[in-house]
């Protein structure tokens, strides 16, 4: 019998016994073989011409055909299908051909069944890539609206916050006054400790505003000419006392390229470099020590802070540039800004690298650990641009002659000094 009787003689049993085993309910079933007849004519054109693309057709219905619970659920419904069909139809020439007709049959559909199953796995795979793509981007639009919303809540929350802080400063510092005036020591001592919380919150609710600056693009910076030496005197006042009172060391070197006048917003640099001190300070034991020095490479002046504290896990050195990223270490948070380990909200690094991003620079940490016995320590590099001329043309042409005497603003006379300043509280 030839292979087309054979295909002929077994239809109708194939058929019913396909749909019976994989069709479950009424309605599924009619649709399911109108599917299979289509298919059994595709087969059989493809045995008499020995030409597998009769069937990409269906094949590309069926593979693109996956419901959305499919999908969800993982399922590769189709290629499930065509491996039962496979088996169901070896079986239905076992039990009504003879041998022969049987393998013939079988040398003949096999192969065709293969070729489906490869073309319906691929279509399967192409339209489970796309569902996931697909629900990646969804979730990424989602991650992003939130994290947007979560700026403007940042943002509203803080400036709401200011309004009634200003007015709790503003009472206080009355009643301090008012308290020296008429001799009330133990008053003015009790709200002496009040304005130092107002400062804190303050300085918090500012560090959420910058955040959502910096998020928001939204940071504009003031460009005018900057000295690093300068900044570097003026935080070398300003930590002289956590310094000492963590009865730590600090060394401030001065190196080429800290004379030089560059353009930049000083006020934002100062924070900046504030902020990886002050954070250098509070993540070093008492007695350690804090060193910064840099150097001047084409096109960038390099300022690196070290300390000699407790380092940094490489996993930990992952998130600290980013805004919160100390959320999850709810044990450290403090309210000292210098205490050792008195983790604060997480903010300080986001902001730092917000604003030297925002001059074209760039910060990173190296640190071999976190240990703290050991005491790895960390160096924070900041890449700051030589940018020689400001955004407007007319601050560059403004303080042009500055240029060659920077010492012009040196207010500190510790800045002319060649050797390294140390602040040691020992
Ligand atoms: P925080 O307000 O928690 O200090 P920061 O953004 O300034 O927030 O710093 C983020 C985290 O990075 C810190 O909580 C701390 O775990 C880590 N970190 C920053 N600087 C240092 C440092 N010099 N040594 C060790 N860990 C540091």
Do not use: C
């Not at 079986?91 to 049987?102: F, G, M, Q, V, W």
């Not at 992952?318 to 000292?336: C, M, P, V, Y």
């Amino acid at each position: 019998m030839s292979i087309q009787d054979t295909l002929q003689q077994i239809r109708t049993q194939w058929m019913e016994r396909i749909s019976r085993e994989l069709a479950r309910g009424e309605g599924v079933r009619l649709g399911f073989l109108e599917q299979l007849e289509r298919f059994y004519n595709l087969v059989e054109q493809t045995v008499m011409t020995g030409d597998t693309a009769w069937l990409d057709p269906i094949l590309y219905d069926w593979g693109h055909s996956p419901t959305e619970t499919n999908l969800e659920e993982g399922e590769y419904y189709v290629s499930f299908v065509l491996n039962r069909m496979t088996t169901l139809t070896i079986e239905i020439a076992r039990e009504i051909l003879n041998e022969k007709d049987a393998l013939e049959l079988l040398a003949a559909v096999i192969p065709i069944f293969t070729h489906s199953l490869t073309v319906v796995v691929r279509y399967e795979m192409e339209t489970r890539v796309a569902h996931i793509s697909n629900e990646l981007h969804k979730t990424q639009e989602k991650l992003q609206e939130l994290d947007h919303n979560k700026s403007n809540f940042i943002s509203v929350a803080a400036h709401e916050l200011k309004t009634p802080l200003t007015l709790i400063e503003g009472y206080t510092t009355m009643m301090v006054d008012m308290a020296d005036e008429t001799g009330e020591l133990p008053i003015s001592g009790l709200l002496k400790g009040v304005n130092t919380g107002i400062l804190r919150l303050r300085q918090i609710i500012d560090d959420m505003i910058d955040v959502s600056l910096i998020d928001n693009n939204l940071l504009t910076l003031n460009f005018q000419p900057v000295w690093i030496s300068h900044l570097l005197n003026l935080l070398n006042n300003e930590l002289k006392k956590a310094i000492a009172s963590r009865k730590q060391t600090l060394v401030v070197h001065q190196f080429d390229g800290s004379d030089l006048m560059i353009y930049g917003d000083s006020e934002r640099l100062y924070q900046a470099l504030n902020n990886v001190a002050t954070n250098a300070i509070k993540y070093t034991p008492d007695g350690g020590t804090i060193t910064i020095n840099g150097r001047i490479l084409p096109g960038f002046i390099e300022i690196t802070v070290s300390d000699t504290g407790i380092g940094i896990s490489a996993e930990h050195q992952a998130i600290i540039f980013e805004k919160f990223g100390q959320l999850g270490r709810t044990n450290l948070h403090s309210s000292g800004k210098t205490k050792f380990k008195g983790g604060g909200p997480g903010l300080g690094l986001p902001i730092t690298r917000g604003i030297i991003e925002a001059h074209g620079g760039a910060i990173w940490v190296e640190s071999e650990g976190y240990d703290e016995v050991k005491l790895k320590g960390s160096t924070f590099h900041i890449l700051f641009p030589t940018r020689t001329e400001a955004t407007d043309p007319l601050i560059t042409k403004f303080f042009g002659h500055f240029k060659e005497t920077p010492q012009k603003i040196e207010t500190d006379p510790r800045d002319k000094k060649e050797s390294p300043t140390n602040h040691s509280a020992a």
